[in-house]
C-alpha cells in the first residue's frame, strides 16, 4: 500500500519521499541516510560534499547566462521524530515507515511519518534532478541530528555553503512565509535516592495507563491546548497518596523533549482495603479529563490493572516533593508575541518524567523568541524543583531566528506569490526552532526565509501532509528560483 504515495503528483518528490520512508533516520542514526544523499548527489555528476558534522551539501552550477545571480540554499533536516502508538511494535532504527494515502492526505500507520523534514529533502532533490529548471548557483544543504540539539546546524562551519540566500524547507503551512522563528533550552532535572524496600503487608499493586492523547510538535502545537500526559497523570497521583494512602513505585511519562507526552504509566502500592477507591477514582478522572478536554481530545483513556508487588519503592519524601514539583511546573503556552498576533512567544513542555533504578529524570524544553523570557521561565522552573531537591541542569540552548521584514527575499517571494495565486502569503514567525537562526551565526550576512506545504500533526503518529499542498509549493519554489 505504501508503494502508491510514488504515483502522486509531483512524481519526483513523492518518488523521493518515498525512499526515505524506507530508510530508518531517527535523530542520532544518520549514516543510512547521508550515505543515500551523498548517491544521488553523485549520480547526477553534482559537486556532492560531507562536511566533519555528516551534513550532506550537493551544488549544481547556474543555468547558462545566469551565472551573476545570487546562489539559493535549499536547506531541510534529514532526520525524524520517533513516535509510535503503543500498540504497535515498529523499530525505528531497522522498519520502514508504512506511508498511505488518506483522501487528500499521506500518513502513517501508527508511527509519525516523517514529513518533518523528509518532505523538505524531497522538495530539494527534485530541484536538483530536474533538467529544464532555469536558475542561478543553487545548493542543497541537509543537515544531520536536527530534532534532538541541533547538532547539524550548530556544526555548520563558514565557507562550506556559497549561496546567499537560504530557503529553509521545513515550515509547515502552505501560503505562509516565516521569517523567524523561536529559541530554546533544555532543562534536565534529576532526583537520586535509595529505594525503600519496605513495603507495608497487605499492600497490593496497580499499574496506571494513561493513553490515547493526540501529543503532537511542542512549539508549533503547543497553543491548541492538548492535554499533557504527565500534567494529568501527577494531578492523579497527588489526590491517590492524599485520598487511598498509594505510594509510587515507578512512572514513565513521555518520550521526547520536543514532543507534548502522549502516554504516562505508573505503578502504585495501596492497602487492599483502599482498592475500591482506587477503582472509582481513576474511573472519575477519565470522565473529569474527557470533559475538560472535549473537542480536543477524543480518545483519553485512564486505566488501572492489578500488577505484580514491585520489590521496591520511591521513598516517600522524594514521592512528594517530585508530585508537588510536577504539579506546580508551568506547562504550556506561557506569553504571546504583540508584534504578530497569534503568535505564542514563550512556552515550556513538561516532555519526559522517569524512573529508574534510584533516579528521577525530568526533561523539560523551553521555548521563546525573547532570550529575557526564556532565562524568567527558567529561573522559574528551577526554583521550583530546587525546592524539591533535585539538581537542575540547563543545557542544548539555542538562539531564535529574528525577522527582518525588509527581507529581499522576502519581497520577491511575497510577489511571486501574488502573481501565482492572486493573493498576499502570510507573514509569519514560528514558533519551533527551525535551524536559520543557527545557521545565521555562521552566515551572518545570508538572506533567510522559509516555507513548506500543510503539515499537520508532526511529532506524533497522527502526522499527516496534504498532497495539494505539495504541488503547491513545487510550482512556487520553481517559479521563485527563475526570479531570484
Same mark, same amino acid.
Given at each position: ?127 536538483? =534532478?530536474? &533538467?529544464?529548471?532555469?536558475? $542561478? *548557483? ?5 543537515? /544531520? !541530528?536536527?530534532?534532538? #540539539? ?54 497490593? =499493586?496497580? &499499574?496506571?495507563?494513561?493513553? $490515547? *492523547? ?5 512549539? /508549533? !502545537?503547543?497553543?491548541? #491546548? ?259
Amino acid at each position: 500500500m505504501s508503494a502508491s504515495i510514488k504515483d502522486l503528483f509531483p512524481k519526483q518528490i513523492w518518488g523521493y519521499f518515498y525512499d526515505l520512508t524506507q530508510i530508518p533516520r531517527p535523530t542520532g542514526h544518520m549514516k543510512e541516510v547521508t550515505e543515500y544523499i551523498l548517491s544521488f548527489g553523485k549520480s547526477l555528476d553534482l559537486e556532492t560534499l560531507q562536511d566533519e558534522t555528516g551534513n550532506v551539501l550537493i551544488r549544481k552550477p547556474a543555468t547558462a547566462g545566469m551565472e551573476d545571480r545570487k546562489g539559493v540554499i535549499l536547506q531541510s533536516h534529514l532526520d525524524m521524530v520517533p513516535q509510535k502508538n503503543s500498540s504497535v511494535s515498529h523499530d525505528f532504527l531497522k522498519d520502514p515507515i508504512e506511508a498511505y494515502i488518506e483522501g487528500d492526505w499521506v500518513t502513517a500507520r501508527d508511527t509519525t511519518l516523517g514529513a518533518d523534514n523528509g518532505i523538505g529533502a524531497a522538495l530539494a532533490m527534485a530541484i536538483l =534532478a530536474d &533538467k529544464t529548471l532555469k536558475h $542561478g *548557483l543553487l545548493e542543497a544543504l541537509f543537515t /544531520v !541530528d536536527e530534532e534532538v #540539539g541541533m547538532d547539524g546546524a550548530f556544526g555548520l562551519k563558514p565557507g562550506f555553503c556559497k549561496g546567499e540566500i537560504l530557503i529553509n524547507c521545513d515550515s509547515e503551512k502552505e501560503g505562509e512565509l516565516f521569517v523567524g522563528c523561536a529559541g530554546g533550552a533544555d532543562l534536565n532535572i534529576t532526583f537520586q535516592f535509595k529505594e525503600d524496600e519496605y513495603i507495608p503487608e497487605g499492600d497490593i =499493586a496497580f &499499574k496506571l495507563s494513561l493513553t $490515547g *492523547l493526540k501529543g503532537g510538535h511542542s512549539g /508549533v !502545537d503547543i497553543h491548541l #491546548g492538548r492535554a499533557n500526559a504527565n500534567k494529568l497523570m501527577f494531578r492523579f497521583l497527588k489526590e491517590a497518596v492524599a485520598g487511598c494512602g498509594a505510594r509510587l513505585s515507578s512512572v514513565e511519562g513521555g518520550s521526547l523533549r520536543n514532543a507534548i507526552p502522549r502516554e504516562a504509566f505508573a505503578v502504585v502500592t495501596i492497602p487492599d482495603e483502599n482498592a475500591e477507591v482506587l477503582w472509582e477514582m481513576v474511573a472519575d478522572y477519565q470522565d473529569l479529563y474527557r470533559e475538560e478536554y472535549k473537542g480536543i481530545e477524543e480518545n483519553i483513556s485512564f486505566t488501572a490493572e492489578i500488577a505484580e508487588l514491585p520489590t521496591s519503592l520511591i521513598p516517600e519524601e522524594i514521592q512528594d516533593d517530585l508530585i508537588n514539583a510536577i504539579e506546580g511546573c508551568q506547562n504550556g503556552v506561557i506569553s504571546m508575541l504583540a508584534s504578530f498576533p497569534g503568535t505564542v512567544e514563550s512556552s515550556s513542555n513538561l516532555a519526559v518524567v522517569k524512573s529508574a533504578n534510584g533516579l528521577i529524570e525530568v526533561k523539560i524544553l523551553i521555548r521563546s523568541s525573547s532570550e529575557s523570557r526564556k532565562a524568567s521561565i527558567y529561573s522559574s522552573l528551577e526554583s521550583i524543583f530546587a525546592l524539591a531537591g533535585a539538581k537542575v541542569e540547563y543545557g542544548g540552548a539555542y538562539n531564535g531566528w529574528q525577522p527582518d521584514i525588509d527581507s529581499p527575499v522576502l519581497k520577491l517571494m511575497k510577489q511571486v506569490y501574488e502573481e501565482m495565486h492572486h493573493k498576499t502569503p502570510e507573514v509569519k514567525v514560528m514558533h519551533a526552532g527551525l535551524e536559520c537562526g543557527i545557521i545565521q551565526g555562521a552566515y551572518p550576512n545570508m538572506d533567510m526565509i522559509s516555507i513548506g506545504p500543510d503539515l499537520e500533526y508532526p511529532h506524533s503518529p497522527d502526522e499527516r501532509i496534504n498532497i495539494p499542498s505539495v504541488a503547491k509549493i513545487w510550482d512556487f519554489l520553481k517559479a521563485t528560483l527563475e526570479r531570484i
